[in-house]
């Protein structure tokens, strides 16, 4: 079994619900607060262990780039402040970065597949771009620890509303161990009768085999679904779904952006407890 050391981090969708802020910044570095969306997935993986992470850019992502780029000419106008130097040095320096383009938005299976070359014969770790989890324990280090008991594809999924489950790819299941949920396809948005309520929701952890799988499943509508490919090995028992622990916010949702803009901020050291006052001042007035 092979030790997982990568990651990649796709970040091709253009972000519609956001616009026009989205015409101008990638949906994947909107702040919370202050900071990026994606500077958060980035550290769930350095906290869980991940060397080396790929980011999957698309047309018009390059400011992402620029953002885990150093800067030294920043970087020196900062010197005499060196509370903000090290903020600005703490953003990649805990791992290696790189990019990867996806020059035409074929699917998600195609941005998987951009990576091949960085991952090679290893495992590795897939987050969303937009999907953040917080947890006492890494969602990515909980699949991680899945896939170190049992090595084969691990999706990560938890439960949601059944108000809810036309939003997401839900697996249907056919067995459950503990947080181990065992399964033979995913049913993708379904408007009625889904399969359970288990949702597939951005973090997985992909074995090697997936690049040949991706590249035997029809393009569908111009785009290589990741979900077809992973299909096609469930049927050979080589997938399983885990039940990660955390609260996640989708942050390509305007909904989940703002209740997340709202948790972070209330739990931020600085500012807190001020704006816990003025929320509370907010809704006394509402009232």
């Given amino acids: ?19 026009p802020a989205t015409k101008a ?44 780029t150093p800067n030294a000419r920043l970087e020196n106008a900062l010197k005499n402040k060196p509370a903000l130097l090290e ?16 020059s ?15 991952t090679r014969d290893e495992p590795f770790v897939m987050c969303n ?4 989890i917080v947890s006492d324990v890494p969602a990515s280090k909980q699949l991680m620890d899945a896939y ?37 396809n995913i049913i993708e948005k379904p408007k009625s009768n889904p399969p359970s309520l288990y949702a597939a929701l951005g973090r997985y952890v992909l074995t ?32 399983y779904a885990y039940e990660f622990d955390g609260k996640r916010y989708d942050m390509g949702d305007k909904f989940g952006a703002l209740t997340a803009t709202v948790d972070f901020a209330l739990n931020n050291p600085e500012f807190g407890d001020k704006f816990k006052v003025y929320l509370q001042s907010v809704l006394a007035n509402e009232n």
């Fill in 129 to 132: 771009g937009d999907d953040i």
């Fill in 148 to 184: 170190a008991i049992n090595p084969a594809l691990v999706l990560g999924v938890q439960k949601v509303a059944l108000s809810e489950t036309d939003k997401y790819g839900i697996i249907e299941p056919t067995k459950t161990d503990g947080k181990t949920v065992w399964c033979k």
């Fill in 104 to 118: 035409v938005p074929r699917g998600s299976g195609d941005a998987v597949m951009c990576a091949k070359d960085f």
């Fill in 25 to 68: 910044i990638p949906k994947e570095i909107l702040p919370i607060v202050d900071t990026p969306v994606l500077s958060y997935i980035v550290d769930e993986l350095i906290d869980s262990g991940v060397e080396q992470i790929m980011i999957i850019l698309g047309e018009g992502k390059h400011a992402i780039k620029e953002y885990f």
């Fill in 208 to 239: 090697p085999e997936i690049y040949e799988r991706i590249q035997s499943v029809p393009m569908v509508n111009g785009e290589i679904g990741l979900t077809d490919a992973i299909c096609s090995m469930m049927k050979d028992g080589k997938v």
């Fill in 1 to 19: 079994m092979r030790t997982i050391r990568k990651a990649i981090i796709p970040c091709g969708g253009m972000g519609t619900r956001f616009l």
């Fill in 87 to 102: 903020t600005l040095r703490r953003i990649s320096k805990n791992a290696e970065i790189v990019f990867g383009m996806q």
